[in-house]
């Protein structure tokens, strides 16, 4: 499988992506060939590409790029929640290329520029024929429970007005299981018992597969790392703050979906 220069015609959905946003109709529907012909010849056009392997198409524009009348900006999340498996999947993997393609531009051996591989969805060296495949970063998601409680913590850095999940990437050498009682002990001070795997979710922002855990509560008091967590409670699922939106994994692991 490879990628190809964008093929219009195709019986395939043309995912149109913009930041972390994916471009629809104003009344929800995908853009077909007729509106593709709209856009591209108003809007700029970073990058494109089609990969038959996985019928799929996939337009980038800029994060800030105004779009023309007819069309809306969805979040992906949004996206993920109201669509299906397959689009969902197709979706997310456009928009994962996207990252990658635009960050891995040259070799990391020797410094040439990559061209897009002809075998292989990857880019290759011209040089020493290096190939670099798109990448993902795992990453370990958990809700800690307490009794009937569970854990949610306001983050430092990022999403400041909700409370989320713990969460963290794996460090090279750890099980994912190993991540997720390190990053609780990190963040919160507690230790926890009974990591029990749930699920995953590509969540390509830039290139992160969440894996989803719960656990137990075994022992400690909090103790917050204060670079990265603002505030952490332990809360009813009924009475939850304002938390994550439905179309993440973690929305399904608060509400016990998973
Ligand atoms: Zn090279």
Redesign the pocket.
């Known amino acids: 499988m490879a990628l190809e220069s964008l093929s219009m015609g195709e019986d395939f959905p043309v995912f149109v992506v913009s930041g972390r946003d994916i471009i629809l109709k104003t009344d929800g529907a995908a853009l077909s060939s007729a509106d593709l012909d709209v856009f591209l010849s108003s809007v700029e056009v970073l990058d494109s590409f089609t990969e038959k392997d996985f019928s799929l198409s996939a337009v980038v524009l800029a994060p800030d790029a105004v779009l023309p009348q007819g069309f809306e900006r969805v979040a992906m999340r949004q996206f993920f929640h109201t669509h299906g498996e397959t689009l969902s999947f197709k979706a997310a993997r456009a928009k994962a290329l996207a990252n990658w393609r635009a960050d891995v531009r040259f070799?990391s051996?020797?410094g040439?520029e990559l061209a897009d591989s002809a075998e292989f969805t990857a880019r290759e060296?011209p040089?020493?024929h290096?190939l670099f495949f798109p990448r993902i970063e795992p990453c370990v998601i958990v809700l800690v429970s307490r009794g009937d409680k569970i854990l949610l913590a306001r983050h430092v850095q990022r999403n400041q007005d909700i409370y989320a999940c713990i969460a963290g990437f794996i460090e090279s050498g750890e099980s994912a299981e190993q991540a997720v009682v390190r990053e609780i002990i990190e963040e919160t001070g507690l230790t926890v018992r009974n990591v029990r795997y749930r699920g995953s979710q590509s969540w390509p922002f830039p290139d992160q597969l969440m894996l989803a855990f719960t656990a137990e509560y075994e022992s400690g008091e909090f103790r917050l790392q204060p670079d990265e967590i603002a505030d952490a409670q332990w809360f009813s699922r009924d009475d939850c703050p304002a938390s994550p939106q439905p179309g993440s994994i973690a929305y399904k692991l608060i509400h016990n979906e998973i």
């Open positions: 070799c051996v020797c040439t060296c040089h020493c290096k």
